[in-house]
């Protein structure tokens, strides 16, 4: 069956470019002059104290060594031990990341649905004043750095409306009572809503962009006047036969730009102390923690390929014409 | 043809396109009748309005188009109330193959559902019936009743004309209007697809308005053709007299442009090109290229009139010829 066999081939790409990913952040942090050990400058940090470290981390032994070494452990599920609190990189990392995954479905939510509603009005009221007004907007919102939308959100929004500028969880949350499970969802919603604006709007332009161009290009298919002559509406003819057609560019464009918005929640996390991945990612680098920052880029890599494959089946349930 | 009036009746019908540049006088009075069972040809060169005519119709030009003139579906006039009056008609009545019908299917649904799809639409049919309907439509125009859910990439061009056709059929419609429904396809199909209109009109009494470039085309499947030059009607009768006795020079050299596989003289093609549609002709457009041209040609325009009994052209030559009789 198509399904099958398709699925199939596309898990097996993945897994391949799983396994070069691992090994290039191997080989990656190894090139980096001197190596995690001689960079490490503390008061007792003697000759000693170096070598036995080295010895701890096993990199006196051979590349090839550590290589395999590198990928039993990480079969195992090991992502190694942090330099700072000795915990696992798994344990320093987990909670960054549960806390930045939903705020980047949230704003890829946002940002989709903005940006396919401007794209199909300005496509279908093309050359008008709302075209124009929609194009203008996604134009200044794509080029307008994410910061600055950032700190535009922060000031007109959080100020006016009293929304949480900082953090994750109110601080007072829980000190006098236990607070239900509602309290804390919605508080944490309450958290998440801004970072995740402000991430939606920096994307919604690009992707307003698009959906107008293949729109317009759908829309001037054979197949749109024919079902305009079988006499479907206006409503149905976007619905049933434009988007999804439409959408076709927006599924791929998404995937690879995952990559892409992470770096945007990076920048994000930064403006409103938002304790996620790119926050964890920026202190690590602070404090030369290059376990941690090896797998975060390790758990980042594998988000993207994750993600890259889940657009390729998606665009394979979308297209019926894809068939390798 | 029947005792009954005409099916489709069209009258001084214009269309405008609005440009930048200003306006385009696509369609300049165009009318003509058509009953039941009837096959018409519509030729004429390129970009002289035949898709514009045919798509004004049935009100389905681009916003910037505007129409004037009557377009009557058995006596009731239906642009009469714009889109409201219009709209029901659309495939119930009226259905259209479309010029490159190749791409008349959405390439992401399957072909069946979109058969379907106008069924549901007019309450012609739905569910279980609108699937048996679609299978029988299948078998109407030659397709194996077991494609209906596949995809239009996996049809030959062929068999997505064939399908295209079964699409137009689904509501039973009285008129079927076909723009250059072979363009796209070898010979042999061509052919196949000429014959299978043919015999569908004749077996359901479907009115067929057939818009080709191909002169031979029309003489093999039309009973009657109509010439358009510029936006206007020239010459509309049956095809044996526009071939055999053409009122209108434009016809004569039309029908010696076309290449005859059995004629060994080179063929004739007609010097110069159609006037701009965008601003106003004065006299007969087709004057500057006429090889009979004389004294009113340059600055009256002839009038669309009977010249002979079920066939009109629009030429002073006429005239003359009247008055040289009388
Ligand atoms: N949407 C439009 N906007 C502006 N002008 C148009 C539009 N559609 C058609 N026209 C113009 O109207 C005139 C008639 O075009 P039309 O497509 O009806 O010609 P046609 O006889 O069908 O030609 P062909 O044989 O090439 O299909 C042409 O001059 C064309 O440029
Ligand atoms: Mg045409």
């Not at chain 2, 309005?49 to 009557?72: D, E, F, Q």
């Amino acid at each position: 069956m198509r399904g099958a066999d398709y699925v199939i081939r596309r898990t097996g790409a993945a897994l391949l470019t799983v396994f070069v990913a691992v090994t290039l952040n191997f080989v990656l942090f190894r090139a980096v002059p001197g190596s995690a050990v001689t960079a490490l400058r503390c008061f007792h940090c003697t000759k000693q104290f170096k070598a036995a470290l080295e010895q701890e981390l096993g990199l006196n032994q051979s590349m090839w060594q550590q290589y395999t070494i590198y990928l039993g452990s990480l079969a195992e599920g090991d992502l190694g031990t942090s330099f700072t609190d000795h915990r696992s990189v798994w344990q320093n990392l987990k909670e960054p990341i549960m806390n930045t995954l939903p705020m980047l479905v949230i704003a890829t939510v946002i940002s989709v649905v903005m940006g396919v509603a401007a794209g199909v009005v300005s496509a279908w009221r093309r050359g008008t004043r709302i075209d124009r007004l929609n194009t203008w907007a996604a134009l200044s919102f794509y080029a307008m750095p994410t910061q600055w939308i950032g700190l535009m959100v922060v000031f007109y929004i959080a100020l006016r409306f009293g929304f949480p500028v900082a953090g994750i969880r109110d601080p007072t949350l829980g000190i006098l009572e236990e607070p239900s499970t509602w309290t804390v969802i919605a508080d944490r919603l309450r958290h998440l809503a801004l970072p995740a604006l402000t991430l939606g709007i920096g994307l919604y332009g690009e992707y307003a962009l698009i959906v107008r161009s293949s729109m317009l290009e759908t829309l001037g298919e054979d197949y749109v006047l024919t079902a305009r002559a079988k006499g479907l509406k206006n409503f149905n003819i976007v619905w049933r036969h434009g988007l999804r057609n439409a959408m076709l560019p927006l599924v791929t464009l998404i995937a690879l730009s995952f990559g892409y918005i992470l770096a945007g929640a990076i920048v994000i996390e930064e403006v409103f102390s938002y304790p996620g991945i790119g926050l964890a990612v920026i202190n690590a680098i602070d404090q030369r923690d290059y376990p941690v920052l090896q797998g975060a880029f390790l758990l980042l890599t594998f988000a993207v390929i994750f993600f890259n494959f889940v657009a390729d089946l998606l665009y394979f349930k979308l297209d019926p014409r894809v068939t390798a | 043809m029947s005792t009954r009036g005409p099916v489709l009746r069209v009258e001084d019908l214009h269309v405008w396109f609005d440009l930048p540049g200003g306006e385009l006088h696509a369609v300049q009075g165009v009318s003509f009748e058509l009953h039941a069972g009837e096959r018409l040809g519509l030729v004429g060169e390129s970009g002289c309005g035949k898709t514009t005519s045919i798509l004004a119709c049935i009100g389905l030009l681009p916003p910037n188009a505007s129409v004037a003139g009557r377009v009557y579906l058995n006596d009731r006039d239906i642009l009469e109330g714009g889109e409201s009056t219009v709209a029901p008609h659309r495939w119930k009545d009226v259905a259209m193959v479309f010029q490159g019908a190749m791409n008349a299917f959405n390439p992401v649904k399957r072909i069946g559902d979109q058969i379907a799809e106008p069924m549901e639409l007019h309450r012609t049919a739905k569910g279980r019936a609108a699937r048996t309907r679609v299978v029988e439509l299948f078998e109407m125009v030659g397709i194996a009743p077991e494609r209906v859910d596949r995809y239009p990439h996996e049809f030959s061009g062929g068999m997505r004309q064939r399908a295209a056709i079964a699409m137009a059929l689904a509501c039973n419609p009285q008129v079927l209007l076909a723009d250059e429904p072979t363009t796209a396809l070898d010979v042999m199909v061509q052919a196949q697809i000429l014959e299978l209109l043919v015999q569908l009109s004749e077996e359901l009494g479907l009115a067929l308005v057939l818009v080709t470039h191909d002169l031979p085309v029309v003489a093999q499947t039309c009973g009657r053709a109509a010439v358009m030059y510029a936006g206007r009607m020239v010459e509309d009768g049956a095809t044996t007299d526009l071939y055999h006795d053409p009122k209108h020079p434009y016809t004569r050299l039309l029908f010696s442009a076309t290449p005859d596989l059995y004629a060994q003289e080179h063929i004739v093609s007609i010097p110069g090109v159609p006037p701009r549609l965008d601003r106003d002709i004065v006299g007969c457009p087709f004057q500057p290229r006429c090889d009979r041209a004389f004294a009113p040609c340059p600055t009256i325009a002839p009038p669309f009139v009977t010249v002979a009994p079920r066939h009109a052209a629009a030429c002073h030559l006429n005239d003359v010829a009247l008055e040289r009789t009388q």
